[in-house]
């Protein structure tokens, strides 16, 4: 079955380090890619997202592309900063089974930015 | 644009209570998602709805059910509350395969 893989948290980094969360996943067909990000006490807000290989989702400073060889979907930021500091989730939404369309997500990775 | 809402935001019931959780979507997103989070885990899919059908279960028991109205909002009932069914239960509104979330209901079971 389709399945994430994310780095494993927690992570903590310096104000204006460079980040990067990995993610890998296994999966059947051709799935589409999401970064999620949780702040403390609140649900999930969609970061980025990607729906076909080679596509290069991007926002806030924030990139991943979806590289179909590696099956991989690695978040990246040059720059962070401390209201950075969440828990990421990577996910696929796989094919339509049924009418359904699930998300799978990754385990989650803690970052903590300090000033 | 209002995003999902969910009601209530927190909840505290006993072991083998029944319980209810409300969600509205998204303006014009016609397909709700319910997703349960256990504390230090990724979101785990509990059902889709669309159109008032049933899409789409995951691996929870019969205790757990779900409907949706004809204005698109969702319900989802969990019976015979379990200390383990204690977790984060978030709803989710569809539009294009993408999902978008609520703040969610932190269900505490005692």
Known sequence: ?115 | DAGVTQSPTHLIKTRGQHVTLRCSPISGHKSVSWYQQVLGQGPQFIFQYYEKEERGRGNFPDRFSARQFPNYSSELNVNALLLGDSALYLCASSYQETQYFGPGTRLLVL
């Open chain 1, 1 to 115: 079955g389709n399945s994430v893989t994310q780095m494993e948290g927690p992570v903590t980094l310096s104000e204006e380090a460079f980040l990067t969360i990995n993610c890998t996943y296994t999966a059947t067909g051709y799935p589409s890619l999401f970064w999620y990000v949780q702040y403390p006490g609140e649900g999930l807000q969609l970061l980025l997202k990607a729906t076909k290989a080679d596509d290069k989702g991007s926002n806030k400073g924030f990139e991943a592309t979806y590289r179909k060889e590696t099956t991989s979907f690695h978040l990246e930021k040059g720059s962070v900063q401390v209201s950075d500091s969440a828990v990421y989730f990577c996910a696929l939404s796989g094919a339509i089974i049924q009418g359904a369309q699930k998300l799978v997500f990754g385990q989650g990775t803690r970052l903590t930015i300090n000033p």
